[in-house]
């Protein structure tokens, strides 16, 4: 009997032995090198991360923001990555509750220096994505009413129309995914390169 149970105890070792490394090649190797090549193949641009490139050069992604600052260009939202934010490397929000006074007061700033920069009344109300950070610090969007709010600033700054800026805005408001998931956003990488263009051309 002992011999018997020593024969069977090897014998399904071995298969299991047998069976973990098949699957360990199937999970482990095969199906991500399937996936990855399927990726390459059929999304190509978002396999390798969404890159946007401008004269032949990578000027970031679609799906990290970036900092613009200058009256020239549409602003995105605030961002509390890294010390000086859009830190693609320290990717995360401010962990500062509603009831802590020194967001209510981080806030006011950015509402007042929205206003002041884009010549609002003290007390106009400001979009909250313009004053509040998302939870990743990258978020590359705004809301279509915080790009709205800057037409009038981008057009004096650039010396354009605000009806053409305002018509560019438009163009690239992006709608809900499958028009039910989210809410209207846009780029405001995009928006702004392709202020740059326009620029050019008038």
């Not at 199937?26 to 399937?34: H, I, K, N, R, S």
Request: aromatic fraction near 6%; proline fraction near 5%; glycine fraction near 10%.
């Amino acid at each position: 009997m002992l011999r018997k149970t020593k024969g069977f105890l090897k014998d399904y070792g071995t298969s299991c032995l047998i069976i973990f490394a098949v699957f360990a090649v199937l999970t482990g190797l095969a199906y991500p090198l399937f996936m990855t090549g399927f990726a390459q193949v059929a999304f190509n641009n978002k396999a390798n991360g969404s890159i946007v490139k401008q004269d032949g050069k990578s000027v970031g992604s679609e799906l990290i923001g970036q900092s613009f600052t200058g009256p020239s260009y549409f602003h995105g939202r605030p961002s509390a990555a890294g010390t000086n934010g859009y830190d693609a490397t320290a990717s995360g929000g401010s962990n500062l509750g509603p009831t802590n006074p020194k967001l209510t007061q981080l806030i006011s700033q950015r509402a007042a220096q929205v206003r002041q920069e884009n010549g609002l009344a003290p007390d106009a109300k400001v979009p909250a994505d313009l004053v509040e950070s998302s939870a990743s610090g990258l978020d590359p969007d705004i809301s279509p009413a915080s790009a709205l709010l800057q037409v009038k600033r981008v057009a004096q700054a650039r010396n354009l129309p605000a009806a053409v800026v305002l018509e560019l805005v438009k163009g690239h408001v992006q709608d809900r995914q499958l028009s039910v998931l989210g809410e209207q956003r846009v780029n405001v990488l995009d928006l702004n390169m392709a202020l740059d263009r326009m620029s050019k051309q008038i």
